[in-house]
């Protein structure tokens, strides 16, 4: 079996489509919740598969340091290891060497770096980003890139985007093709229009199996990204799927997939599960909050996940306060039932033609803030 | 319908029995997993009961203070709060006090101390203790008793003992009697048979639903503990579940059910899930240990829980390694599903008549410290 995409529907410049991987089909547009150290914190990969999620991301950076990518391949690839029998795509690493580890020292080559866990010296080629992907068994592996800092000059983004168009090269050659299996490559060139252009090109060029936006939720913002997104995305092939990395905010996702992307991953929905936000179409809440301690209702009266079918606020906000793993537990399930609620929202109304009405009663719904106040008052 | 022991079947001195509650049946011997703040760390309700667990405890020192008995009893009740609709026993705050509050104070009133949390001033006498487990909605409340310091000199054992058979009048007096709900008594007397005699008639006489042997498992060690329960239980009545309090390792729930013992309430399997230590029928493993790292062995090959049938020791030591929260979750519920297997099989043992073998071949089997290099060589 190819690794393929398929276009279902368009509405707008929206595509509901469907990817078919060795482990599994991925309906798009798609939210990929994030499972750094091949666990999604706290959850059960039942309990993830039962929110609707089709496809996790695994962390090259995070496994390559534990357990290895050699053990990850000794003990039957990372789908075994961890339970989930779902399709998994891997990032490259450069990211997180980036924002987490210590003395980079980046050259044509790659990238040499010290652990953040035991001081211990590594290093990442294009050739060994790929290597440690196929060691992973990741049905969707990325080019090795530089996540290119922002803000950056236009000079800076241009050599940072051609050092990663370089790579991008070397990571498609190094790839090994096999049935199911698929390489996606990554367009650079910070908030520039022209060099995202040729970013997009150059990767065509090479030629991928689907295309990703790197380089932005940055600190950018929601303007300069939907921006980037409306100069990016039309350069990009029409029969592959086009992955917005690390993105987002639940406005974020709707924005983008009205700009025709298909698929996401963020931590947001998991961190926010550990730190007391839960996500609710009416906006977030602060679980911990006193004003919940003798709340009857669940955290969101709408919502049909296992949370809020069986726990209160107030039980909720009880766990947070004496620190008990159940909290974050619960928090996080509802948080990825949310986002994958959204998700297939966004699928039917890209199938029946009602995108840019569901956008809109989202956008009434959402407010940007905490809701609290406005929760505890509607009753 | 009435709180109620049946006793099914006997032999030698252990009891196969059945507690009738208002929340539900419990197989005796029976053992308890500890839910101290209204949740087994680390476990959804719903995956205690899969491992067989009929009856949980809460322990009322920490409801008290967190989320407190008025906020759980206008919440619903703890059943409710917890989303747990068996059983559920309290203790009554005693032995918590002791262990954990700061700067107690004990009149014949009662006890009063700061909350180990803040600092917060508070007092329970026998009245207040059964007061809260009523709020609780507690299926079986506690006594409230004074736990004897270990070791303690005949004469202050035997003021002690004395002042919690005063404080068992009280309690017994201030506990309200509601179909489906009992209230147990606690037999003190540190390791003085004479006190444990004088103890047992004393509550005898007071009436009972329940009787429990507190003041063990304090240090006294496990033939001291062992000799104590052959001269205290033959004075309890043949009508009434025997509990042996905060007891405790396998070879200790084997000894105290060939001793007559009905119920029994440890941390052990859920703390021990939180420090890595594994229960198997050879004996406890470190999960922690390096050796694990390329095992594809789940913890037990001959254990059917959902730890051992879906991860390898290789994936959970990774995950400890990593504090990932899922690791102690598994083996949290690994432990637990080990407990109520062994319950299970020394009331099947006592079903057939068969406990004696069961008990050598448990001996025979279960070594005392941790088996890692015994079940790697054993392959």
Chains 1, 2 share one sequence.
Not at 63 to 92: C, Q, Y
Not at 105 to 118: A, C, L, M, P, R
Not at 233 to 250: C, F, I, S, T, W
Not at 253 to 272: E, H, I, K, Q
Request: charged fraction near 20%.
């Amino acid at each position: 079996m190819k690794f393929n995409y398929q276009k279902l529907q368009q509405d707008g410049a929206a595509r509901r489509g469907k990817i078919k991987t060795a482990h599994g089909e991925i309906d798009t547009p798609a939210f990929m919740p994030v499972g750094t150290a091949a666990t999604v914190k706290g959850m059960l990969p039942e309990q993830v598969a039962e929110t609707g999620a089709q496809i996790l991301l695994g962390n090259t950076y995070h496994l390559m340091l534990r357990p290895t990518a050699e053990r990850v391949a000794s003990l039957g690839g990372l789908h075994k290891f961890m339970n989930w029998n779902k399709p998994i795509l891997t990032d490259s690493g450069g990211f997180q060497v980036m924002s987490l580890s210590k003395l980079r020292k980046i050259t044509e080559e790659g990238v040499t770096f010290q652990s953040h866990i035991d001081g211990s010296r590594h290093s990442l080629t294009p050739e060994r980003s790929i290597e440690i992907q196929h060691l992973l068994d990741a049905d969707i592996t990325m080019s090795f890139d530089e996540c290119t800092p922002f803000p950056a000059t236009e000079a800076v983004a241009a050599d940072s985007m051609h050092l990663s168009m370089r790579w991008a090269k070397r990571s498609r050659d190094a790839f090994k093709r096999r049935d199911g299996y698929g390489i996606f490559g990554i367009v650079q060139g910070s908030i520039y229009p022209e060099l995202r252009k040729e970013s997009a090109e150059a990767l065509k060029k090479i030629g991928f199996d689907g295309y990703a936006i790197g380089g932005l939720a940055v600190g950018e913002g929601q303007e300069l990204m939907f921006q980037t997104l409306e100069t990016t995305v039309p350069n990009l092939p029409e029969d592959a799927p086009r992955y917005l990395m690390g993105v987002g905010k639940p406005p974020d996702l709707v924005g983008a997939v009205l700009r025709g992307v298909d698929m996401f991953d963020c931590v947001l929905p998991t961190r926010s599960g550990r730190t007391a936000q839960a996500f609710t179409r009416r906006g977030t809440i602060n679980m911990m909050n006193a004003r919940h301690k003798d709340d009857l209702r669940p955290i969101d009266p709408d919502c049909s996940c296992y949370a809020c079918q069986n726990y209160s606020r107030a039980y909720i906000n009880h766990l947070l306060k004496c620190q008990e793993m159940l909290g974050p537990m619960l928090i996080t399930r509802h948080n990825l039932h949310y986002y994958q609620e959204l998700m297939a929202g966004l699928r039917g109304a890209i199938e029946t033609g009602t995108l840019n009405a569901f956008a809109s009663k989202f956008h009434e719904q959402y407010a940007g803030g905490d809701i609290d106040e406005l929760l505890t008052v509607g009753g």
